[in-house]
Every structure is written in C-alpha cells, then in structure tokens.
C-alpha cells in the first residue's frame, strides 16, 4: 500500500517538473524542486528584456508560413490567380496591390531556379515578364532575370543575390491588407504565404485619417483639408463608377429567385415541381388530381393523340371529337387524372416532354405533358409511394 502511494506521488512530482521546466520556472539542471527553486518574480531588468524581445518579435498584420516548396505547375496557377484577382480589383486597391506582383515574381523564378528547374522557370518567365518590362525600377532586375539558368548564376550577379537575400518592404493601407488577407485565405495560396514569409515585409499603414488631416493642415489650412477631402470624394466615386462598369460588363445575371405562389388550394397541395424548360409548373394534390399550371402567356392547348385519355369517361350521349373542340381554346390549367389516392410526389423529365406522379395508390404514373394523358402505369409497390426522383 505505502509502494503504491509512492509510486502515485513520484508520477505527480514528474508531472508538475515536466510542467514547471515548460513555463521556465524551474532551473532544467534541477532534479527536486522546493520553494526557493521556484522562480516567482522577475527583476526590472528580466522584465525590461521580455517586452523588448515580444515588442521585436511580435509584429501585427504578419502574414507566416513554412519554406517554400517549388511546384512549378503551383507556382504558376497561384501567381497566374494573384495576378487576375489585383487587375480584377477596385480602386484605390489595385494601386497598392499590383507592387506585389513585382517581388513575387522575381523570388518565384529564383526558386524554381534554386530547385533545378529550369525549364518550367524560363516557361514562367517567358509567360509572365512582360508585366513589368516598361517599369524603369523593375526593368534592371527583370533583364538579369534572363541571364539566371543556374544557382550558381544566382551568387555570381550581386543585384539578384542582394534581391533574394534582403526582404521587399511594402506598405499597405488597412482597407487593402483586409482584402489581400481575405484573398489568400479563400483560395489554395500555400506558395504564396511562403514567399510573404521568407522575402516580403508588409507593413500596415496605421495613420489614422484624423492624423493625415492634422499634417494636411498649413498655413492655408482650410484649404489643405478641403483639397483633402475632395481628393477622397474623386477616389471613391472613381471606385463606384468601375464597379458599376465591371456588372454593366459582365455577364447578364439570372433572378436569384423565381417565386410562384399557389392560391385556393382547398384539396389540399403536397407537392411541386418546375420544368425545367420553365413552362409549366406540376402539383400533386391529395384528391388524387395532378394539376399542371402555365407560366407562360399561353394558354395549355393538348396536342391530338392516340393515347387513351383515362381523365374522361364517354358517355353514349357525347358527341364524338366534342372534347377536341372544347380543348381548341387552351386552359391556364390542365387536370391530370388517373390516381385513387392522393398524390405525394411530382418530378419532370430531364426533357420536360413528360411529367411523373407518385401516389397513395401504389403506382407511379408517366404523364405526356404535350397531350397532358396518362401514357404509362408502373406498378410493383406494396406501399404508398411517398417520393420520386428523376436522373
């Protein structure tokens, strides 16, 4: 009994050790800890060190990652996509993103250099330099770019050695580090965030706009500040305007929602659907009927068949043909009759040329929605048939 409580006391001792080396209160050439081992205060000058270390290291709107891996078909793709979401994007955004296209390209050719790549490196520069070959500040490096076929090309040329090793500082306003951050989160960047990590120092521009008006105002202060303030007004009605360019340009939209509403339902509506031509729209009902409604400004007309219509029943006194006459008008609605019991599910054909009901009675009926007669019964349940699909 006294070995099992030593046991359990040298598991608990082992346990806080391991727990008070962790958070460095605790020596980790001490083997038995007590009180006086225990490092519960700190002196100014072990504080003043900590927050100089955490105010060093720690730094807001950081973006980290591992190394970078040099996937040459990932490298293109992603700064294939950079590049078409910066051209994409509003002002004053796109200003201050197209810098980064710059230093991304230069590091990813670098690494697929670096990789022994040199294939897909010249097909990527080849594709991709001709962004920034009228730039006078990055025509320099993008020229020696074409001299680099090795690694070693890479150490002999001081310009482009000095460019891999120093990192590209850039500083953008809080509105365009949100939309870049959003960017590369909503995509697959993984190269992206590596090359930010390893060569690229973004900076935020934390001026708050109280700040910019103070350093606008001069002696001819009222000025300055309203210059300021039209300045902003012409930038973001420039935005507004090419975002309303970029709908007028795209594609034509599609409703949202297309809302059909069904009105006087005394038998009681279970269920819907649309064509997919979007002519019609069927409802199975609980008297057994399938009602198929037009969406169109015509009238539902049934074509002549030879299919039997199971939805009349002759009578010795109709005259022959007088339902064709009847019918020669057209109907806003069209009454499908064949089921005993009420109908749960109704489904178009792919084709809309046909329409199903599936019903209490066992059976599933095949409707033709041009001579709007039962053309086919299937059978084989032993239960009411509560659903169906098409596919």
Known sequence: MKSMKKMRKDDVQSTVMYYLRKRQHVAKDVENFSRKDLKTRQTKEQLAIQGLAASETGETSAITYSSVSGDATQCDQQFTRLKYFISDAVEPFRSELVELLYPVFVHIYLELIGNAQKIPAQKF???????FVEEEICKPIIMELSHVLTSNDIHKQESIKAFKRSKY??????????????????????????????????????QSSSNQLMDAITS???????????????????????????????????????????????????????????????????????????????????????????????????????????????????????????????????????????????????????????????????????????R
Request: net charge neutral; glycine share 6%.
């Open 125 to 131: 520069y080849n594709r991709h330099h001709g962004l």
């Open 169 to 206: 500082m850039l500083t953008l306003t809080h509105g365009a580090l949100e939309y870049l951050l959003r960017y590369l989160k909503s995509e697959d960047n993984m190269l992206l965030l590596q090359i930010f990590n390893l060569h690229i120092q973004i900076k935020e521009n934390t």
């Open 220 to 390: 001819s202060g009222v000025v300055e500040v309203s210059e300021s303030k039209t300045a902003t007004s012409k930038v973001s009605l420039q935005s507004l305007q090419q975002c309303i360019q970029q709908v007028r340009d795209g594609p034509a939209s599609l409703p949202s929602i297309c809302l059909y509403t069904v009105t006087n339902t005394a038998h009681g509506l279970s269920a819907a659907a649309l064509s997919p031509d979007g002519a019609t729209l069927g409802g199975g009902f609980q008297d057994s009927a399938v009602r198929v409604w037009s969406l169109l400004p015509r009238k539902l007309q049934p074509e002549p068949s030879d299919a039997v219509d199971v939805s009349r029943i002759p009578l010795a006194c109709d005259l022959p043909g007088r339902h064709l006459q009847l019918d020669s008008t057209g109907q806003d609605v069209q009454v499908l009759r064949g089921h005993s019991g009420a109908v749960y599910g109704v489904r178009y054909t792919h084709d809309s040329a046909h329409c199903l009901s599936a019903s209490e009675d066992t059976t599933v009926r095949l409707w033709s929605t041009s001579s709007f007669k039962n053309v086919a019964i299937y059978r084989g349940h032993n239960y009411p048939v509560w659903s169906l699909d098409v």
